[in-house]
């Protein structure tokens, strides 16, 4: 071992450093030698697109398309997007952007491509006005990103609990229950009273945001702030009526208090844990995926208590950092085409935002089968081209949470509802401010 | 008699080959460089992964900073003096001090107390002191969720548990003080072994004779391990007590994965086990997107574990000095 002599070692050092300082530089160099680009797309939830990528690849052949994030949940997708744009490096080549937080990124617009540079000016026709311009910058200079999805509200429950309540099954009877938010309320009370061991409801938080989104959506077209951007949670009627629904419902008792999205919500989808969920269109995916081929055909879809409204729906965008922006645009212009639309709808169940699409006999004809053959395409499509979307302001995201945690709480029992309200209107202020 | 059944011979060192005279500059340049070559590693990637982010946290927490935003603006110290009187914040301060004091504590007690069975005549021996290490060696992810499952509100083990004996169920993602203790236990579930293995190699190291000496004397067991075992490991605990610190007070992944769903991060509804780790991803990224914000609480944190460690070894140096054996001047093995 001595022997070796001491500077050859050291120059062995230096030559390993140095080949492994070369080789990782070079490292970002990705396939282009054969060819393919390779497209990474970004999600959260789920979005369908596995047979339209199978497609696209077909049609063509140098393209390789990777998704990533695919059932994650919204929460962790959006601080992981955002670090990407912040350090520049490492977001896909297609990101999805959800409605909450477009007004965030609009803000900043330099980290996207600017569609209307790429001939996207030329699409749109093929997308609801509104769900147009959400993509759209404040000045009309931008655009960020096409529509994929919008939320059309219904309310999936399950026949099997309500048999077991001795509540009808059928889904316009159960529909014909709750024209308003009280007589849902009323046909909870009957079936807690019946004890089937599941709860009516999963979680107040669900209910509050879709209840919010439809008396918004119905009156000024705002929630927690107006169309000036200012933070209206305290003064907007519509936030307090929303509020008070919940809590009627919260007092009722019935709330299976399984915190959205959590562990135990999940367990409880699989063990038919609650009756009734407030369903976008979106969330049918998502119904399937927690509640398993197990409760195949045990679901249903009713209409929503109240007047429709919107929940949720996302846009596809080309973050700048794409090296691929050229290909990248194409794929996007295909995925949120009318055919696209069309794919993922039968796919997963998110709602198109293309009236094309919409009135396209394979949505307004589409039925589910794991919902009991439920006419999803009527029951969702009906309202979506003249559903009055709730306007979003610029801290959105962090004052829903405020609220929502607000109604968390109340549930819980940690507050009592005024305790909540003033939580709720403290929080989402400092929320806003900062 | 076992007497220093682990003390080696010192390695008798490796003839030494006379190097041939080599004059010329080269030699001495790699004489009296080349050392500085071989340590430059650490520091080159301390530089790059420890001083220069420090720094950066520090420059990014003098302004307001959106993350998405392309133009901060400098604000001077505006952040901490609003941080100061930000009522979550010292809520957060207050939920990991207490989860770090009811984690530590015991964790290095149980530690101190599973390495001195580990130190004796085990049969086994090296299975045992393996099979302390196990936890420690899974992934924090997997403990987390698989806590996180056992103490679900109502799909739990835990709460069906006390249901069987009788008892309420106990809220432990809502209620504080609960969720603090079963955030506790996975800290202590994993981290306990680690400690046991650093204090069963420092009492490894004490002489045999002194306990002989103290048998002789009519010294018990007990009275052997709190007379000779501890004050001798007391460099030991020192430094298990400053890594526990520094550890304990960031605590991020048990308490994030403690709690699922949406806002994980608040670690509960009303901020029950939020820590500050978490207080400062909440601000830096979403919801808040606040990245000179999230940067002041960074060091802020900085500034607090520097001064929990501080009061950590003044407190153990008294607790030592009183405790100091007379043979403790001894040390140094048979003459």
């Known amino acids: ?434 | 008699m076992a007497l220093q059944l682990d003390a080696h011979p010192p390695a008798t060192p490796a003839p030494r080959k006379t190097r041939p005279p080599r004059s010329g500059r080269l030699s001495r340049i790699d004489a009296k460089y080349s050392p500085y070559l071989y340590i430059a590693p650490f520091f080159v990637i301390f530089a790059i992964f420890g001083a220069w982010p420090l720094a950066y946290t520090f420059w990014v927490s003098l302004h307001d900073w959106d993350l998405l935003g392309t133009d901060p603006t400098f604000i001077g110290a505006d952040n901490y003096t609003q941080l100061l009187v930000d009522s979550d914040f010292w809520h957060s301060v207050v939920n990991t001090l207490g989860i770090f004091v009811i984690s530590t504590v015991p964790q290095l007690l149980l530690a101190l107390w599973l390495a001195n069975l580990l130190n004796r005549h085990l049969r086994f021996r090296t299975g045992w002191r393996m099979a302390v290490l196990v936890p420690n060696v899974t992934s924090t992810a997997a403990v987390a969720i698989v806590f996180g499952v056992l103490f679900g509100r109502e799909f739990g083990m835990v709460n069906w548990m006390l249901d069987l004996v009788g008892l309420d169920p106990i809220g432990w993602k809502s209620d504080r003080f609960a969720s603090w203790v079963a955030i506790s236990a996975m800290v202590d579930w994993r981290w306990t072994g680690y400690n046991a293995l650093i204090f069963l190699a420092a009492m490894q190291a004490i002489p045999r004779d002194l306990y002989e000496a103290a048998a002789i004397d009519g010294a018990n067991r007990a009275r052997q391990f709190w007379a000779v075992t501890v004050p001798l490991l007391k460099p030991t605990i020192i430094f298990c007590v400053i890594i526990s610190t520094i550890g304990g007070l960031q605590l991020f992944t048990e308490p994030r994965l403690f709690h699922s769903g949406t806002n994980a991060i608040r670690g509960g509804p009303m901020r029950e086990s939020q820590t500050l780790t978490m207080y400062m991803f909440e601000n830096a990224f979403a919801p808040y997107y606040n990245f000179g914000y999230g940067s002041a609480v960074a060091w802020l944190l900085f500034a607090l574990i520097a001064i929990v460690a501080a009061i950590n070894v003044l407190i153990i140096r008294r607790l030592g000095a009183g405790a100091r054996p007379k043979i403790g001047g001894r040390k140094g093995g048979p003459q």
Request: charged letters at 20%; aromatic letters at 10%; one cysteine or more.
């Open chain 1, 1 to 434: 071992m001595g022997t070796f002599p001491r500077h050859r070692l050291a120059a062995v050092a230096l030559a390993a450093v140095g080949a492994l300082l070369v080789t990782s530089g070079c490292g970002g160099g990705d396939d282009a030698e054969d060819g393919t680009t390779t497209l990474t797309v970004d999600v959260f939830g789920q979005f369908g697109y596995e047979e339209l990528y199978k497609q696209y690849m077909d049609a063509n052949p140098g393209v390789k398309i990777v998704e990533r994030g695919t059932g994650g949940n919204l929460d962790e997708y959006s601080p992981k997007l955002t670090q990407w744009l912040a350090a520049g490096k490492g977001a896909g080549d297609v990101v999805a952007i959800e409605e909450g937080l477009m007004v965030e990124y609009k803000a900043n617009p330099d980290n996207f491509v600017n569609l209307l540079d790429h001939g996207a000016a030329d699409l749109k026709g093929n997308f609801l006005e509104w769900k147009w311009n959400q993509g759209l910058t404040a000045d009309g200079q931008k655009l960020i990103g096409l529509g994929t999805d919008v939320g059309g509200m219904a309310m999936c429950y399950r026949t099997d609990l309500f048999d077991k309540a001795g509540l009808p099954t059928d889904r316009e009877e159960v529909s014909k229950l709750w024209p308003t938010w009280q007589e849902y309320i009323a046909t909870g009370e009957k079936f807690k009273a019946a004890n089937t061991g599941a709860a009516f409801l999963d979680a107040a938080t669900n209910t509050f945001n879709t209840i919010v989104l439809q008396t918004a959506g119905n009156a000024q077209g705002y929630h927690y702030y107006d169309t000036s951007d200012n933070l209206v949670v305290d003064s907007n009627p519509a936030v307090k009526q929303a509020w008070d629904t919940t809590m009627a419902i919260i007092n009722a008792g019935l709330s299976g208090k399984y915190g959205s999205w959590s562990d135990e919500w999940v367990s409880a989808f699989k063990q038919s844990k609650f009756a009734t969920i407030a369903c976008p269109a979106w969330m049918t995916g998502v119904i399937e995926g927690n509640a398993g081929p197990e409760a195949n055909g045990k679901w249903d879809i009713a209409r929503v208590p109240g007047d429709g409204g919107n929940w949720g729906g996302s846009h596809l965008a080309v973050p700048r950092q794409s090296k691929n922006q050229e290909e990248a645009i194409k794929l996007v212009k295909f995925l949120t085409s009318a055919e696209g639309h069309i794919g993922a709808f039968k796919a997963k169940g998110p709602l198109p935002s293309s009236p094309q699409a919409l009135e396209d006999s394979a949505i307004t004809e589409a039925t589910n089968a794991y919902f009991s053959g439920a006419p999803v395409g009527r029951i969702f499509g009906e309202g979506a081209k003249t559903l009055k979307p709730v306007y979003m302001g610029p801290k959105n995201q962090a004052v829903r949470t405020e609220v929502e945690n607000a109604v968390r709480t109340v549930e819980l029992g940690q507050r009592n509802p005024e305790q909540g309200w003033q939580d709720a209107i403290a929080n989402a202020k400092k929320a806003a401010a900062k």
